[in-house]
């Protein structure tokens, strides 16, 4: 911790080094991306916007939702406990009275299971996987594997899918209040595929541009923005980036094909790529993401501020900010993050001892200090 606490100050020299006196100037963005807490600990996430994102002048939070709501348009695509809109309001209400801007976010195309459970939407709606030859509980073992699962997709060109899909869309932006969506989209493997008679053939780039089109298309029709993550747009062989961070199927010439509001979230978590500048020379507005290493997550926000000190303001106004991802539950998070748990019976699990505790600290102390 102290090594992590020494660089932290460091980068606190270079960032009043830069000049700069307005923290939202700086980083006009400064998001974290979590999962939406189960509804044990929603009172403990409240208290969480409250004492730490709030006093870290975070201004934008994400909740990956997915199926953990209680959907009145589609109830069959809800969890067996889901979160109420009187869970919800709890979220909203801290969010507001805090200034901070609260997006939902439900995984759409891509990431449709998860190891061996196929998840809500090709489960009751089968007709819209892109694979249906490949069922997750028979074949997803390990990765790689023979059959190249990583996660299911449903097919952006079934006639029906939309119709599903914007429901619930449109019903998790109204019940938090929002004024846009993350769709996530990210590590979409299956897509164009042969068996597909509806995309077999097509230009997969094609594909992947007319899905993200399409919803933004729908939210901005409500006056609603759209995110995605931004690993499917970039070319993972040219960069070195590979098929996690970028994309080995095709999908990255869609950049030049994606409307230029759509905020894209530019997640790499082994190294500082500087590929947001790419994204800002694109036209898109592009924040930069960390997760679990507390060097490499600071030194994405440095570059971010570097890059706004630097570029002209045609580009320094697609350089947006910064947002901090955690990949493991809410709760399991706040509890380690808190230092809560045990060895007590039935007390849940911390996280992996994976740094993300320490890089979400070590952001957030960041912030707290540049704002001071």
């Given at each position: 911790?102290?090594?992590?606490?020494?660089?932290?100050?460091?980068?606190?020299?270079?960032?009043?080094?830069?000049?700069?006196?307005?923290?939202?100037?700086?980083?006009?963005?400064?998001?974290?991306?979590?999962?939406?807490?189960?509804?044990?600990?929603?009172?403990?996430?409240?208290?969480?916007?409250?004492?730490?994102?709030?006093?870290?002048?975070?201004?934008?939070?994400?909740?990956?939702?997915?199926?953990?709501?209680?959907?009145?348009?589609?109830?069959?695509?809800?969890?067996?406990?889901?979160?109420?809109?009187?869970?919800?309001?709890?979220?909203?209400?801290?969010?507001?009275?805090?200034?901070?801007?609260?997006?939902?976010?439900?995984?759409?195309?891509?990431?449709?299971?998860?190891?061996?459970?196929?998840?809500?939407?090709?489960?009751?709606?089968?007709?819209?996987?892109?694979?249906?030859?490949?069922?997750?509980e028979e074949?997803?073992?390990?990765?790689?594997?023979?059959?190249?699962?990583?996660?299911?997709?449903?097919?952006?060109?079934h006639p029906?899918?939309?119709?599903?899909?914007?429901?619930?869309?449109?019903?998790?932006?109204?019940?938090?209040?929002?004024?846009?969506?993350?769709?996530?989209?990210?590590?979409?493997?299956?897509?164009?595929?042969?068996?597909?008679?509806?995309?077999?053939?097509?230009?997969?780039?094609?594909?992947?541009?007319?899905?993200?089109?399409?919803?933004?298309?729908?939210?901005?029709?409500?006056?609603?923005?759209?995110?995605?993550?931004?690993?499917?747009?970039?070319?993972?062989?040219?960069?070195?980036?590979?098929?996690?961070?970028?994309?080995?199927?095709?999908?990255?010439?869609?950049?030049?094909?994606?409307?230029?509001?759509?905020?894209?979230c530019d997640?790499?978590?082994?190294?500082?790529?500087?590929?947001?500048?790419?994204?800002?020379?694109?036209?898109?507005?592009?924040?930069?993401?960390?997760?679990?290493?507390?060097?490499?997550?600071?030194?994405?926000?440095?570059?971010?501020?570097?890059?706004?000190?630097?570029?002209?303001?045609?580009?320094?106004?697609?350089?947006?900010?910064?947002?901090?991802?955690?990949?493991?539950?809410?709760?399991?998070?706040?509890?380690?993050?808190?230092?809560?748990?045990?060895?007590?019976?039935?007390?849940?699990?911390?996280?992996?001892?994976?740094?993300?505790?320490?890089?979400?600290?070590?952001?957030?102390?960041?912030?707290?200090?540049?704002?001071?």
């Amino acid at each position: 911790m102290k090594k992590i606490f020494t660089f932290v100050m460091a980068m606190m020299v270079m960032a009043f080094s830069m000049g700069a006196k307005d923290m939202d100037s700086l980083l006009p963005v400064r998001g974290f991306a979590i999962e939406a807490p189960s509804v044990r600990d929603v009172d403990l996430f409240v208290r969480f916007i409250e004492e730490d994102l709030a006093q870290a002048r975070v201004n934008l939070l994400i909740l990956r939702v997915d199926w953990n709501y209680a959907y009145q348009s589609h109830p069959e695509l809800q969890d067996e406990h889901p979160l109420t809109q009187a869970d919800v309001d709890k979220l909203v209400a801290a969010c507001q009275k805090n200034g901070i801007r609260l997006v939902p976010q439900i995984n759409l195309l891509g990431h449709q299971s998860w190891a061996k459970e196929t998840y809500a939407l090709l489960k009751n709606y089968p007709e819209f996987d892109e694979t249906p030859s490949i069922r997750t509980e028979e074949h997803y073992s390990k990765w790689p594997n023979e059959y190249g699962l990583y996660c299911k997709s449903y097919c952006p060109l079934h006639p029906d899918v939309h119709r599903v899909v914007f429901d619930v869309v449109d019903e998790i932006c109204e019940a938090f209040h929002s004024d846009a969506f993350h769709a996530g989209m990210d590590e979409v493997f299956y897509i164009g595929m042969d068996e597909c008679p509806r995309c077999k053939g097509k230009d997969r780039s094609e594909l992947f541009a007319g899905e993200v089109n399409a919803i933004r298309s729908h939210l901005a029709d409500k006056g609603r923005q759209l995110m995605i993550w931004g690993d499917r747009l970039l070319d993972g062989r040219t960069t070195g980036l590979g098929e996690w961070e970028a994309s080995y199927n095709d999908t990255w010439r869609a950049v030049d094909m994606i409307s230029k509001d759509v905020l894209i979230c530019d997640w790499h978590y082994e190294r500082a790529d500087l590929s947001a500048v790419y994204f800002a020379m694109k036209g898109l507005p592009v924040v930069s993401c960390g997760y679990r290493d507390p060097e490499i997550s600071i030194q994405q926000v440095m570059d971010m501020m570097k890059f706004r000190a630097q570029a002209p303001d045609e580009m320094k106004d697609h350089l947006c900010g910064y947002v901090h991802t955690i990949w493991s539950s809410a709760g399991r998070f706040l509890r380690s993050y808190y230092g809560m748990g045990g060895n007590r019976p039935g007390a849940p699990r911390p996280p992996r001892q994976d740094g993300s505790v320490e890089a979400a600290k070590a952001v957030l102390t960041y912030f707290r200090e540049l704002a001071d």
